[in-house]
């Protein structure tokens, strides 16, 4: 019996995870969305496409939550996307919202999912949906160091023009402005990246990835990355499923890893069906802890202005 993945949200993060799902014949995809009609017709162009990608996926759309039920894994991405000059800070109470509403829906209709969430500000949101659905920890994941990691890896690249697979890049903390990219554990052809490229050109790159998502608003005008954050979902759904068995950067709940405790935040695991399998700790020099915790802190703070703010 094949698997069942949920998609909550059928923009353009949701339907390109969709279609990347169908395509490489993972699991069954329901997608759902509040807005009538659109999930269905999404679903409906997604399945007529896998007799081309000989994908025996069945992929289907709905308005109910109640067509969820015994999923295996969830994804969100319901919410609301950035706009220019908007920081995912502006999105916190908004989305909050409508994490309660969907984190709600999951608990009653799959209490043993495994949830990735994707919403943003997702740090805070991931902690937000733990907190209501009550699921173990290792069963709520955020979405964000893979997507990071390869921002940065990309960037290399581009840099160097050397082929991707040289490249491994290493990016831990919050999925935004304090994310914590680590040049010590970044590798070209195995070679650190500080003895390939001047300290000026990895401030750049460094930047650049922090700065990534922004980038692409600025392009976009009217909308926000989707292929690569959905190509991040996909790689860990690959993994949960036993497909890869790579350590990848997501973000967890931390109970005193890395010096951190009680908030989400991005660090190396391997994941597995029961969800998070193992946190790896990297040994981190002092400079790289203070600003690893000073990205948990202001996560803890968005976290803060959720619990005082419940509406």
């Known amino acids: 019996m094949r698997r069942k993945i949920t998609v909550v949200g059928a923009g353009n993060v949701g339907t390109t995870a969709a279609q990347l799902i169908a395509e490489k014949g993972l699991a069954d995809v329901l997608l759902i969305d509040v807005i009538e009609g659109m999930p269905q017709g999404k679903a409906l162009d997604i399945q007529e496409a896998c007799p081309i990608w000989r994908s025996a996926v069945k992929v289907t759309g709905t308005n109910d939550f109640g067509d969820t039920k015994y999923s295996d894994i969830v994804v969100v991405t319901a919410g609301l996307a950035r706009k220019p000059g908007m920081s995912r800070d502006d999105l916190l109470h908004a989305n909050a ?9 999951i608990a009653k209709t ?9 919403t943003n500000p997702m740090d805070a949101m991931a902690y937000l949906t733990r907190k209501i659905t009550t699921f173990p920890h290792r069963r709520v994941i955020g979405m964000g160091g893979v997507l990071d990691s390869a921002r940065m890896r990309s960037f290399i690249v581009e840099e160097l023009d050397i082929p991707l697979q040289d490249v491994q890049a290493m990016v831990l903390g919050s999925h935004g402005d304090l994310m914590v990219p680590l040049p010590r554990f970044t590798t070209v052809n195995g070679r650190c990246i500080t003895e390939v490229l001047p300290e000026s050109k990895i401030k750049i790159i460094i930047e650049r990835t922090r700065n990534a998502g922004a980038e ?11 292929f690569a954050p959905a190509a991040s979902v996909v790689e860990m759904i690959e993994n949960i499923l036993g497909y890869k068995n790579d350590i990848i950067p997501c973000s967890v709940y931390l109970n005193g890893e890395y010096g951190v405790k009680g908030v989400y935040s991005g660090v190396p ?6 969800g998070v399998e193992e946190i790896v700790e990297l040994e981190l020099t002092e400079d790289e802890k203070q600003t690893f915790t000073a990205s948990a802190k202001a996560v803890r703070e968005l976290i803060e202005k959720i619990v005082l703010k419940k509406g």
């Open 97 to 105: 919202k409508i994490t309660r509403d969907v984190s709600g829906a």
């Open 110 to 118: 799959s209490p043993e999912a495994i949830v990735i969430v994707v």
């Open 216 to 226: 692409i608003v600025s392009l976009l005008k009217t909308g926000s990355a989707y």
């Open 269 to 274: 695991v391997r994941l597995s069906l029961q």
